[in-house]
T-cell receptor, first 114, second 114 residues
Framework: DTAVSQTPKYLVTQMGNDKSIKCEQNLGHDTMYWYKQDSKKFLKIMFSYNNKELIINETVPNRFSPKSPDKAHLNLHINSLELGDSAVYFC?????????????FGPGTRLLVL | AQSVTQLDSQVPVFEEAPVELRCNYSSSVSVYLFWYVQYPNQGLQLLLKYLSGSTLVKGINGFEAEFNKSQTSFHLRKPSVHISDTAEYFCAVGRSGGSYIPTFGRGTSLIVHP
């Protein structure tokens, strides 16, 4: 009954490859996010998405693209991976309104680019 | 625009001692305030939140925080810590309405020594 799940948990790949990370939430939330956490634990918002709009952090390279097949899923596709992409990527979700806005985070995907 | 400052990157403390983790924010509008905890190799989970009402907020695991509007602070406290409280703690600020993207602080590493 995991609320927010991500696959894979670990991902090791070579520079230049293309990879995807999947995220699913079973909370019925309408908004999902992707965050990047670097080695110093700093959390950087990459994308925010609901069925109305996609908000992109302008500092995110266009090699990164979110794809949402439906309301419960927000996958992250990365083209031409670089060494600097190595980090932990977290998916999160929330339900807008109702004065809640608590975010629920997935367990993270640890990406290592060699 | 809003911002969050966590004044201490690392806080070492002995078991059963009290602890305070500091958080200051700035925002031009009314905000919601959150503390999240990240245990090693896990995602973030909500510790407590302030939306409105009483300025003293109680959360899980014996933690509490006090919203101080005049000092724009939301410090996290626990009267007696356990080894299991060793983790990374993140303060976050958000505002209701529109596209909800909270701002996270850089995190405070709480290290509890026996």
């Amino acid at each position: 009954d995991t609320a927010v799940s991500q696959t894979p948990k670990y991902l090791v790949t070579q520079m230049g490859n293309d990879k995807s990370i999947k995220c699913e939430q079973n909370l019925g939330h309408d908004t999902m996010y992707w965050y990047k956490q670097d080695s110093k634990k700093f959390l950087k918002i990459m994308f925010s998405y609901n069925n109305k709009e996609l908000i992109i952090n302008e500092t995110v390279p266009n090699r990164f693209s979110p794809k949402s097949p439906d309301k419960a899923h927000l996958n992250l596709h990365i083209n031409s991976l670089e060494l600097g992409d190595s980090a932990v990527y977290f998916c999160a979700s929330t339900q807008m309104g109702h004065h809640q806005e608590t975010q629920y985070f997935g367990p993270g995907t640890r990406l290592l680019v060699l | 625009a809003q911002s969050v400052t966590q004044l201490d990157s690392q806080v070492p403390v002995f078991e059963e001692a009290p602890v305070e983790l500091r958080c200051n924010y700035s925002s031009s509008v009314s905000v919601y305030l959150f503390w999240y905890v990240q245990y090693p190799n896990q995602g973030l989970q909500l510790l407590l939140k302030y939306l409105s009402g009483s300025t003293l907020v109680k959360g899980i695991n014996g933690f509490e925080a006090e919203f101080n509007k005049s000092q724009t602070s939301f410090h996290l406290r626990k009267p007696s810590v356990h080894i299991s409280d060793t983790a990374e703690y993140f303060c976050a600020v958000g505002r209701s309405g529109g596209s909800y993207i909270p701002t996270f602080g850089r995190g405070t590493s709480l290290i509890v020594h026996p």
